[in-house]
T-cell receptor, first 111, second 115 residues
Framework: LAKTTQPISMDSYEGQEVNITCSHN???????ITWYQQFPSQGPRFIIQ???TKVTNEVASLFIPADRKSSTLSLPRVSLSDTAVYYC????????????FGQGTTLQVKP | GAVVSQHPSWVICKSGTSVKIECRSL??????MFWYRQFPKQSLMLMAT?????????EQGVEKDKFLINHASLTLSTLTVTSAHPEDSSFYIC???????????FGEGSWLTVV
């Protein structure tokens, strides 16, 4: 299972765009890249998932370069409520895939 | 997205007793579910893979006789912490994938406090 490396913490201010980069040098051909958000005392919440290039949904964008050895989660115009821990995971998801969590990135959004 | 629900959300039990936590996939069938535990300010640690109709697969260092996992149906997996001790106090989280998409969804988590 691919190991991921993320910054342990990041600070930002309301209204700014936040980019969190994750390294996954040993990603396998069948692995997807998935980002989750976790608030204290809650289970992780799915944010976005991708395999290659760029994926965008209503809350975030995910940029994946051609070699897939890293990925960047982009949160546009963050608010205080985006303060949370963000996890980057790689693996064969779906019904049989298991996900190994790294340390995650604690994002602190300041007013 | 798909919904995974856990029950109870929090439970307090006496040392030496057993406690059961349920994990349900509400709108999809899951042949495989996963159980994690999380200590305060730490990341999630995978405990075991729950397989419907067969034995669970435990990660290294997890005592299978202490953390009993049963996956009797395609929508329900249970984790039973047997002979609980204060060091078992933790946040337990389950996850499941729909199979239709390459996405894993997590339950809300269950706080266990052993006194």
């Amino acid at each position: 299972l691919a190991k991921t490396t993320q910054p342990i913490s990041m600070d930002s201010y309301e209204g700014q765009e936040v980019n969190i980069t994750c390294s996954h040098n040993n990603i396998a051909t069948n692995d997807y890249i998935t980002w989750y958000q976790q608030f204290p005392s809650q289970g992780p919440r799915f944010i976005i998932q991708g395999y290659k290039t760029k994926v965008t949904n209503e809350v975030a964008s995910l940029f994946i370069p051609a070699d897939r050895k890293s990925s960047t989660l982009s949160l546009p115009r963050v608010s205080l409520s985006d303060t949370a821990v963000y996890y980057c995971l790689v693996g064969l998801s779906g019904n049989t895939g298991k996900l190994i969590f790294g340390q995650g990135t604690t994002l602190q959004v300041k007013p | 997205g798909a919904v995974v629900s856990q029950h109870p959300s929090w439970v307090i039990c006496k040392s030496g007793t057993s406690v059961k936590i349920e994990c349900r996939s509400l709108d999809f069938q899951a042949t495989t579910m996963f159980w994690y535990r999380q200590f305060p300010k730490q990341s999630l640690m995978l405990m075991a893979t729950s397989n419907e109709g067969s034995k669970a697969t435990y990660e290294q260092g997890v005592e299978k006789d202490k953390f009993l996992i049963n996956h009797a149906s395609l929508t329900l997996s249970t984790l039973t912490v047997t002979s609980a001790h204060p060091e078992d106090s933790s946040f337990y989280i389950c996850s499941a994938g729909t199979g239709a998409t390459n996405t894993i969804y997590f339950g809300e988590g269950s706080w266990l406090t052993v006194v």
